[in-house]
């Protein structure tokens, strides 16, 4: 099977998030692999070992992404496509599906995909969008949100669960999946790993390498754009209840009252 899988570069949830003039998120050296998309990475290894066959990460992002793609390949991944190009920074859905889309035609101009598998959702953009976007702009099967997958004859066999209920699907390959943080548990990649991703190939696209027209992609191309951005104002602290030998009386009439007991 050859699998491509969508990796995008993001800030570290964990860190301080600033926005540009642009009204943006600026993006900075401590940008990681996207954390849901590792199980996409898993996802696609689990395949590959079972039948055979190649995972291929791709990326569009600025020149740090890089890094993202690094972690695909240590954690299996055979090689990867980094689209590089300025012309693309801003996109929105359509735009990033546009660009995605050409370059997994491109991958599968050298041999064909299978499918492609891509997170649940980017932890910076977090629209959930793309995955739909891509399988549409290609005119694959879109399997969104699996939280289980499988492929036997060509078939691919996701299970989602929707509230109560759980889903399974079903389509012919070639097709695209988008798997949930809980179809798998990514592994750590250990040292011969990470000693074996350092000589994988990486490979660099421009727009114009893939026949994307730049004035449809990009902030240039981009059908939304961000109007406004404000920082959430934080928390007020809540009340403190000192002991005094009533405090329990006090700590369920505060329950009671915002009707939590
Ligand atoms: C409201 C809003 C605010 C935005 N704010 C910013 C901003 O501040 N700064 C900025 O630069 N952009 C911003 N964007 C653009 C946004 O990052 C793009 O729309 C993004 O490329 C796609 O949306 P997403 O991040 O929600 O991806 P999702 O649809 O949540 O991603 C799902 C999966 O698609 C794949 N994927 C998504 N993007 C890529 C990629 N680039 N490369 C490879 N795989 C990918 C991954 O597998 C990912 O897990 C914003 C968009 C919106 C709608």
Same mark, same amino acid.
Request: glycine share 10%.
């Given at each position: ?35 849901? /998309? ?20 791709? @990326? =569009?992002?600025?020149? /740090? ?15 990867? =496509? ?11 859905? !359509?735009? @990033?599906?546009?660009?995605?889309? *050409? ?17 649940? *959702? ?7 969008? !793309?995955?739909?976007?891509? *399988? *549409? @702009?290609?005119? &694959?099967?879109?399997?969104? &949100?699996?939280?289980? &997958? ?14 109560? +209920? ?13 798997? @949930? /943080? ?19 190939? =990486?490979?660099?696209?421009? &727009? ?20 406004? +951005? ?9 009340? +403190?209840? !000192? ?19």
């Amino acid at each position: 099977m050859r699998i491509v899988v969508c990796v995008k570069h993001v800030p570290d949830v964990q860190s301080e998030r600033s926005f540009g003039p642009d009204d943006r998120l600026s993006r900075g050296e401590d940008d990681v692999l996207n954390e849901l /998309d590792e199980n996409a990475v898993e996802a696609a290894m689990v395949l590959v070992e079972e039948y055979g066959g190649e995972v291929v990460a791709l @990326t =569009v992002g600025p020149e /740090d992404a890089a890094g993202s793609l690094r972690k695909a390949l240590q954690l299996g991944a055979a090689s990867a =496509v980094h689209v590089l190009d300025d012309a693309a920074a801003g996109s929105d859905v !359509v735009g @990033t599906a546009a660009v995605l889309a *050409a370059a997994v035609r491109s991958i599968g101009s050298e041999a064909p995909v299978d499918l492609v598998v891509t997170g649940m *959702a980017a932890l910076d953009g977090m629209t959930s969008m !793309v995955p739909g976007a891509l *399988a *549409a @702009t290609l005119g &694959l099967p879109a399997l969104t &949100l699996a939280a289980e &997958l499988s492929v036997e004859d060509g078939t691919v066999r996701a299970r989602r669960d929707v509230g109560e +209920v759980g889903e399974v699907l079903e389509a012919e390959l070639p097709a695209l999946v988008s798997v @949930t /943080d809980q179809a798998n548990e990514p592994r750590y990649p250990n040292f011969k790993a990470i000693m074996a991703a350092k000589k994988k190939p =990486v490979t660099q696209v421009t &727009l114009e390498d893939l026949g994307v027209d730049p004035a449809a992609v990009g902030a240039a191309g981009s059908r939304t754009r961000v109007v406004d +951005v404000q920082v959430r104002p934080p928390r007020e602290p809540g009340p +403190v209840l !000192v002991d005094a030998g009533e405090a329990g009386l006090a700590l369920a009439g505060f329950l009671a009252e915002r009707k939590l007991v």
